[in-house]
């Protein structure tokens, strides 16, 4: 945290619950937080969500202190992380954890708190702002929202039925003022309600209802987690990113191209392969998920990459592509230059490229042009590359 000094007067503050073990979900696989959910950990997207807001002052996350590392992980995938407190260890239950975090905040001492499940990735600024509002009235306020089912008290094998109209269902975030939920906490701390209105009402501070959105489920079972992929498929739209690459001519006999080597009277001058056709491919892959240059990964000063095949630094491209979420769908690529002849190791390149983006052939194209000899790719100084790469959100599993 780096934007306020500890003077600073925080208002309001979020805290977010991330100390679960999810086992309702299953044990295969990490705990529900930090499972993937459109190529970044679930947690990500209602930390993002709170990390943007300009009203919230605040972030801290509950962890399980076995899942550190996982956290630590997480962060990574965040664009910004200004505002993000340390976190802070949570306990066997929520109302363990949300205690915790509301302890860790007593010398801030925040006007509110909200208090989010790390498992609710669909929260919005417009749900954030709502119980920021409704907060100005209220001491204590909740989402919630109407049962579409029917409601059967169950007992032993046996439903018996229970009028459904006066029962809502209760989300988060929930919004309090921070000095009574704490003292609740403190005074109920032998209990174990399921969240902290259940917890402020039985300390006498009614809650308000605020309307909440079916949306913003919370991840419980393995259905909750395919639902909210779908979700974010849905929402997500292709992208395509451009690439622009020109290396000179040097002396020697082969050039590499789009992962080809093609005898030729000279090469072509890098710190790497000098793979001109694969630099602009890769650059077009990291554009289309805004993830910089090539430069960038793989700078020329560093001699890791000296003669280095570029093939590695396009699949690096690829993989952080996959990272958030996508897979290459189309590539097209222009080589320009007067000489050598193309056209004889087309295929060769397309199946090169398609190997090493791992799709089919069918959707790698090449083509090659001259500039009819004017400028310096016209006098044979070189060879300039130009790609496209189209990507898909990936497929629901
Ligand atoms: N939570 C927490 N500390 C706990 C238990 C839960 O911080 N000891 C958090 C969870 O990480 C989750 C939120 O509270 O974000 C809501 O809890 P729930 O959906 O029950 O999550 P889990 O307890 O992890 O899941 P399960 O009950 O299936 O084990
Ligand atoms: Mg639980």
Not at 237 to 264: N, Q
Request: glycine content about 8%; overall charge negative.
């Amino acid at each position: 945290m780096t934007t306020k000094d500890s003077s600073t007067k925080f208002a309001r503050i979020a805290l977010i619950l991330a100390a679960g073990y999810g086992e309702r979900i299953g044990k295969n696989g990490l705990p529900k937080q930090y499972r993937r959910l459109g190529g970044r950990p679930l947690l990500c997207h209602s930390l993002q969500c709170f990390l943007t807001h300009e009203r919230i002052d605040a972030i801290r996350v509950v962890l399980n202190p076995s899942q550190r590392p996982l956290y630590e992980e997480a962060l990574e995938h965040l664009q910004s992380q200004e505002n993000l407190l340390d976190p802070v260890e949570g306990g066997a239950t929520r109302q363990q954890s949300a205690r915790a975090g509301l302890e860790s905040l007593e010398s801030l001492a925040p006007d509110v708190v909200l208090i989010h499940d790390a498992a609710r990735p669909f929260v919005t600024h417009e749900d954030i702002d709502a119980c920021l509002e409704a907060l100005a009235h209220s001491k204590a306020v909740t989402p919630s929202i109407p049962l579409a089912d029917s409601l059967k008290q169950y007992d032993d094998g046996v439903l018996r039925h229970t009028p459904r109209d006066s029962y809502r269902l209760a989300l988060t975030p929930q919004g309090f003022n921070f000095a009574d939920l704490l003292q609740a906490h403190r005074d109920l701390a032998d209990s174990s309600f399921s969240d902290d209105a259940a917890l402020i009402e039985c300390a006498g501070i009614p809650v308000t209802s605020i309307e909440g959105r079916r949306d913003n489920f919370k991840i419980t079972f393995v259905e909750d987690h395919l639902r909210a992929e779908i979700m974010l498929n849905s929402q997500a739209h292709p992208r395509t990113g451009f690439g622009y690459d020109v290396h000179r001519f040097t002396s020697g006999a082969c050039i590499r191209l789009c992962g080809v080597d093609i005898p030729f009277e000279k090469s072509l001058a890098g710190h790497s392969d000098a793979d001109v056709g694969l630099h602009a491919l890769t650059d077009a892959v990291l554009g289309a998920v805004s993830a910089g240059d090539i430069g960038m990964h793989f700078p020329p000063s560093d001699p890791r990459w000296q003669n280095s095949d570029s093939g590695i630094f396009l699949k690096h491209a690829v993989h952080l592509a996959d990272q958030e979420g996508f897979c290459i769908h189309h590539v097209d690529i222009t080589l320009i230059c007067e000489a050598p002849s193309l056209a004889p190791h087309r295929d060769a390149m397309r199946e090169a490229v398609a190997g090493i983006l791992n799709i089919d052939v069918s959707a790698v194209s090449i083509k090659a042009t001259t500039t009819e000899g004017l400028g310096f790719l016209g006098r044979g100084e070189g060879i300039a590359a130009q790609a496209v790469a189209n990507l898909s959100p990936k497929a629901v599993p």
